[in-house]
Every structure is written in structure tokens, then in C-alpha cells.
């Protein structure tokens, strides 16, 4: 009956496990069996609220690791970006600075959007977005849309992320039915939810990735030291 009676609770109460522990004492054990008991009993509780906590989100690795592979090039710098809203200095160019200290301030009703738009239709593989929740708290994004199309009237949804406590570069690959890379003039970020129900966001920053087509005159060794990258183009 104890048992039954914990493992359908999520969160306890101090007369709750108050009465746990008269149960316990009602037992005619020796005592040193009473505090055994006990024991187990709160190192059961602990055990089931860990498995009901969810896990941490994990970080990506950092966006420019992708870059050295030469697989990937960033064409954030290629888009017109807009927001739904912003506070004044903490803006677009926050969001695009390559400076993991400043960021992006929502100052609306949610949701919040960011709006990333091509001016032809563009091959996309990957977005990263760089949130903070150690700095950021209840600002941190805790449910993303990501959404494609040709403009704002339509979009559709192509992924959905539910982000626990994230700190870190958080990889979204955007890819179709077939996992090909996706073809697109418009990307839009929305959040739709922060950390504990907070009302404005951040994002610190956030870059878009293509990938480099294979030259058609043969496969070379890739070019993976910044020494080497300097030259890998004609300029």
C-alpha cells in the first residue's frame, strides 16, 4: 500500500511523508529495522523524482568545429533578419556579433519570431542557436518552432524543440522526408515558451549553414587548419 501510494506521486509533501513515517513506527520492529526501513523508503523516493526530472538539454558542438570540416558555410550574412520585437540595443546585431555575451531581447507577447529571409531559394542543412540558461533564467527558450516557406503566409513547421535548461549551442537540422537538406527563401524561429513561464526572451546567437557542393572536377583532401582555408578559394 506504501508503495503503490509513493509511486504515484511526483512531488511530496511534509505530512505526506509524515505519515509515511507513522506508518513505519506502527511496524513492531526493532528499531534499528524502524530506521533501515526508513532508509530505503527515502532513497526510494529520491530515486523515482530523479527518473521523473527530465534530462538536461545537451550543448552541440561549437558551430565553427563544423566550419573547419569544410562540409558547411555559413550564409546568415545572405538573409535579410527581422524580429517580432526587440529592446532597443539588443537587437539583430546582437543576435548576428559572434560575441557569446551579448544577445537578443524580446520586448512582446509571445511568440517571439525571428525571421530570416533569402533573397532566392537557398539549400539550409543545419541552424545553430546559442541560449544560456545559467545566465539567462527565465529569458532561456524552452519550446522552439521552426518554421519554412516561401514567405510569411506559408509556413510550415518543420521541427519542434522542447529545451530543458540549455547552456550551450543547440544543433537543428532541417532536412525533408527524404533527409536531403532543405530548399527554402524564408526561416522563422519561434518561441513559444521560456523557462519557468517567463515572458520575454533571449537568444544569444543563431547561424544558418549550407553545405558545400563537391567539386565537379574531383574529390581534393579538405582543407581543415585556417592556414589551408585561406586558400581553398579563388578570390
Not at 532508509?39 to 526530472?53: P, R
Not at 527558450?141 to 518554421?147: A, M
Not at 503566409?153 to 522542447?162: A, D, T
Request: include cysteine.
Amino acid at each position: 500500500m506504501i508503495v503503490y501510494r509513493i509511486y504515484g506521486l511526483y512531488k511530496f509533501e511534509v505530512k505526506e511523508l509524515n505519515l509515511l513515517y507513522e506508518q513505519i513506527q506502527s511496524f513492531s520492529f526493532p528499531i534499528s529495522l524502524k530506521i533501515c526501513q526508513l532508509t530505503c523508503l527515502l532513497v526510494f523516493i529520491y530515486l523515482l523524482l530523479e527518473m521523473t526530472t527530465p534530462n538536461k538539454t545537451p550543448p552541440g558542438a561549437d558551430p565553427k568545429q563544423l566550419e573547419r570540416t569544410g562540409t558547411v558555410r555559413e550564409i546568415g550574412s545572405q538573409a535579410v533578419w527581422s524580429l517580432s520585437s526587440c529592446k532597443p540595443g539588443f537587437g539583430v546585431d546582437q543576435l548576428r556579433d559572434d560575441n557569446l555575451e551579448t544577445y537578443w531581447q524580446s520586448d512582446g507577447s509571445q511568440p517571439h519570431l525571428v525571421n530570416i529571409q533569402f533573397r532566392r531559394k537557398t539549400t539550409v542543412k543545419t541552424l545553430c542557436i546559442y541560449a544560456d540558461y545559467k545566465s539567462d533564467e527565465s529569458y532561456t527558450p524552452s519550446k522552439i518552432s521552426v518554421r519554412v516557406g516561401n514567405n510569411f503566409h506559408n509556413l510550415q513547421e518543420i521541427r519542434q524543440l522542447e529545451l530543458v535548461e540549455p547552456s550551450g549551442w543547440i544543433h537543428v537540422p532541417l532536412t525533408d522526408t527524404h533527409k536531403k537538406p532543405i530548399r527554402t527563401f524564408m526561416i522563422q524561429i519561434a518561441v513559444l515558451a521560456n523557462h519557468q513561464n517567463g515572458r520575454d526572451t533571449h537568444m544569444r546567437q543563431i547561424k544558418v549553414y549550407t553545405p558545400v557542393e563537391e567539386s565537379s572536377i574531383g574529390k581534393f583532401p579538405r582543407c581543415t587548419t585556417i592556414d589551408f582555408m585561406m586558400y581553398r578559394s579563388i578570390r
